[in-house]
């Protein structure tokens, strides 16, 4: 029993259980059908053994039965054929002759096989050519007295009922029935009847062979591309011989002329006015008559029968007041006719009724023979029994082994479940050890893998939470050390705007107050950006506010930060930076630039650079930095923006790769010359992220801005 | 003591059914034990593959019917001592580490 896990739904119908529900379905099916197949096949083999024992006993009688019947019938027509004594004699001599040696002939079965036991009758349909009349006379053979009999003296009405059935299925060959006796007071047992057609023409019998085994083929469904042509030749051959049978027997049927060209009408007409009727026609009135025959023929199309035909030409004798040939049967006249003119006949009925009806007006009649069941069955009920058993005994063993044999799977399958739990939990050391190479075997391989895999994506998970932490941290603090507020001071706007690539950025600017009418303007940007730029930007910034007063100059502040920075900092961290004094009385901007973007004056419409240059902070030693580090002086006028930004801005990058640029930059600031400061930092930033569109920043950007009013 | 159920059944088989093929390979060749292969074959019915009802005596006729013979012991010993295996370790207690 499988324990119960916390969001696990139980296992109610188990694949256990479904696999072993499969596998008992599947064997008892096909021994189910294996055993009816046998049983099936031994059943046709027993019926095929009694069908052909049979045939050969009634092929032996059938001969003197003929000869019985054949002389008997001479016998009783005696007064009507008006034969002398003598024949008559000699017919009656010779029945008798024929029923002694049927009479020897069952005694001689009866000894050589004692298992049969035999009822003997015929089935008589008796013909008369003269006036075409049939009638069914049954004939029984009493083996007790030797003799032929009435089958009305017969004890065996149902053999007698049996045979009258195999006469309307003569086509299907020799027939078997099985019987089983319903009353069991008369304590008979049970019984098979085999029947014999019996004909009174060789030709038909031979017919009646061939037709035999074609009928075999055409229901036994033989190959297509082998076979089909040669049935069709047979399905056609059969046909016209069955409609010739029927129609020389003078049998009336539906007979179809298959008239195929103008040629064929006109010899129907031919039939119609030289051989079936006599009389003088004018070549005018012959010429007419033809012209409407063949037409109302033609329109006949596909029903053109013998009855329309014969019809059509009863119409047209009246029409020309003919009169009819004497002597000549109608319709077996016309198919000498068709047969002689290669004009073919045929019918729709089918080909099993036309060669019934073909046989029957042949048919002398049925030989039956009755065995006894017992000793043809006994073998077969001991096939069946040991058939059952054998199916029982593997079907039995199968039952166990399929409520077992799914336990093996299953197993696995829960120890997979198992471990998938454990590392659901959590426990990510969990192994699978699942031996084999099969598909559990690959999934244990796998969940291992997956297991490995997750062990590793939840470590770094947690060092990516506290790196993410310790960023957020040293944003915080990083945030608190550039102004929250810009001071507020007459006649001067100011505008900023502070956007760092990381957590951490290397960017930096202040407006410091070192006297009442000075202050300080800076702007700095530590080489790349992250944590470390960071520190580098922090150290500078206290730098700055440690050296800066009203007396240093902007180079003797750059001169110092320097030759701090470059003994205090690691060789790879480096800042540009852009450092103003301004003085709001006089309008003079004192300015130092260490390798920064040149500061930006708006005035009227145009844009004017400050002269920038000098190396980094950071970057060289004292000597070498003196070298280019200078200050400048200028004097800003009324309504002046000055611009001080990184290279942020003008190196932003959009989807295409593109630069923002010095001139899209400047273009805007042009465009709002007259704007507020805190306008123009709106409608750089606004163009800024129009062309970038999204594109993901890839430095800090930081820009302030300073009007003069 | 418990039982490894499939090494216990997996021996078992071998043990039974090696003995078993040489004893019906035996029968066929001489009739050796006949009337042990008949009583075998009176439970379990084996048709037209039949040892000991096989119309011709060579061999070659006969090695279907020791096959299936064999085959027979194999399956009923593969069931019996599994079942065996399976109960006894049912009964004496707790059959995880068994298996």
């Known amino acids: 029993m499988r324990r119960k896990l916390k969001n696990v739904r139980p296992i109610r119908i188990g694949l256990r259980l479904q696999i072993s529900l499969i596998m008992i379905f599947s064997i008892a099916l096909i021994s189910f059908i294996l055993s009816v197949a046998i049983f099936k096949k031994s059943e046709q083999t027993v019926i095929k053994e009694i069908t052909h024992f049979s045939g050969a006993i009634l092929k032996g009688i059938k001969r003197e039965t003929k000869l019985y019947l054949y002389y008997d019938r001479e016998v009783r027509n005696f007064k009507k054929s008006g034969e002398s004594r003598p024949y008559l004699n000699d017919c009656k001599t010779n029945r008798d002759e024929a029923i002694q040696k049927v009479m020897q002939f069952f005694p001689d079965i009866i000894s050589r096989d004692t298992m049969l036991d035999v009822a003997f009758l015929i089935n008589i349909i008796e013909t008369d050519n003269t006036s075409e009349s049939k009638r069914n006379r ?207 006949v045929s019918s729709p009925v089918p080909i099993q009724e036309l060669a019934l009806q073909a046989y029957k007006s042949d048919l002398n009649g049925i030989i039956g023979i009755r065995l006894l069941s017992k000793e043809f069955f006994v073998n077969l009920n001991r096939n069946r029994n040991e058939v059952t058993n054998l199916a029982l005994a593997i079907f039995l063993r199968f039952i166990i082994i ?106 930096y600017y202040d407006v410091i107050p070192l006297a009442p009418e000075k202050l300080a303007l800076v702007i700095a940007d530590v080489s790349g950006h992250g944590v470390g730029s960071g520190l580098v930007m922090t150290i500078t910034r206290t730098l700055i506010h440690s050296f800066s007063s009203e007396t240093v100059k902007p180079s003797t502040l750059m001169e110092k930060l320097n030759e701090h920075l470059y003994l205090n900092t690691a060789s790879n961290f480096f800042v540009s930076m852009f450092y103003a004094v301004y003085d709001t009385k006089s309008h003079s901007l004192n300015f130092s630039s260490a390798g920064h973007n040149p500061a930006l004056i708006v005035r009227k419409n145009s844009v004017k650079e400050l002269p920038a240059g000098g190396v980094a902070l950071g970057a060289v030693g004292r000597e070498s930095f003196e070298r280019f580090s200078s200050g400048k002086n200028t004097i800003l006028e009324k309504n002046d923006l000055l611009v001080l930004y990184t290279d942020g801005i003008v190196e932003a990058m959009n989807n295409n790769n593109e630069e923002y640029g010095e001139e899209r930059f400047y273009n805007v600031l042009k465009k709002n010359h007259d704007k507020d400061a805190e306008t123009v930092k709106d409608a750089v930033i606004k163009d800024l992220k129009s062309f970038t569109s999204g594109h993901e920043q890839s430095d800090d950007i930081t820009m302030l801005l300073m009007r003069i009013t | ?93 707790n059959n995880k580490k068994a298996r």
């Open chain 1, 402 to 507: 399929a409520l077992l044999f799914p336990g093996f799977i299953i197993r696995k399958i829960n120890k997979l479940a198992d471990g998938a739990y454990e590392i659901g939990r959590g426990n990510f050391d969990y192994k699978f050890k699942m031996r084999g190479s099969d598909e559990v075997g690959r999934l244990s391989d796998i969940f291992n893998i997956m297991g490995k895999n997750l062990k590793k994506a939840r470590e770094e998970m947690i060092e990516k939470n506290r790196m993410s932490t310790e960023l957020k941290t040293a944003h915080e603090i990083q945030s608190v050390l550039l102004p929250s507020v810009l001071p507020d001071i007459n006649k001067l706007q100011f505008s900023s705007y502070y956007a760092s690539q990381s957590e951490a950025g290397g960017d």
């Open chain 1, 138 to 344: 049954f004939l029984y053979f009493d083996r007790n007295h030797a003799r032929v009999d009435d089958a009305k003296n017969s004890y065996d009405e149902e053999l007698i009922q049996l045979l009258d059935f195999f006469l309307e299925t003569i086509e299907t060959g020799v027939n078997f029935k099985q019987i089983t006796t319903q009353n069991k007071k008369i304590d008979q047992d049970d019984s098979v009847v085999v029947g014999l057609p019996v004909f009174s023409g060789d030709f038909t019998e031979e017919l009646y062979n061939k037709y035999k085994d074609f009928y075999k083929s055409l229901t036994r469904s033989l190959p297509a591309n082998r076979e089909t042509s040669s049935l069709q030749e047979q399905h056609s051959y059969f046909e016209q011989e069955f409609i010739k049978r029927l129609v020389y027997n003078y049998t009336d049927f539906d007979y179809k002329i298959n008239a195929a060209n103008d040629k064929d009408y006109n010899r129907l007409f031919v039939y119609f006015s030289a051989v079936r009727y006599t009389g003088r026609l004018t070549n005018n009135q012959r010429e007419i008559a033809q012209k409407e025959f063949t037409e109302q023929l033609k329109s006949l199309k596909s029903d053109l029968s013998f009855q329309n035909y014969s019809e059509t030409c009863d119409q047209f004798r009246k029409k020309y007041n003919l009169r009819l040939k004497p002597n000549i049967h109608n319709w077996t006249g016309l198919y000498r006719f068709l047969e002689r003119n290669s004009i073919s």
């Open chain 2, 1 to 93: 003591m418990k039982f490894n159920i499939k090494a216990f059944t997996i021996s078992s088989v071998i043990v039974c059914t090696l003995p078993a093929f040489i004893l019906f390979t035996w029968c066929a060749i001489n009739n050796f034990a006949i009337e042990a292969v008949v009583l075998f074959e009176t439970i379990h019915p084996s048709g037209a593959f039949s040892l000991t009802n096989t119309i011709s005596s060579s061999f070659t006729a006969k090695i279907p019917g020791i096959i299936f013979n064999t085959l027979y012991v194999a399956v009923d010993t593969f069931i019996f001592t599994f079942l065996f295996a399976l109960l006894y370790n049912l009964l004496s207690g």
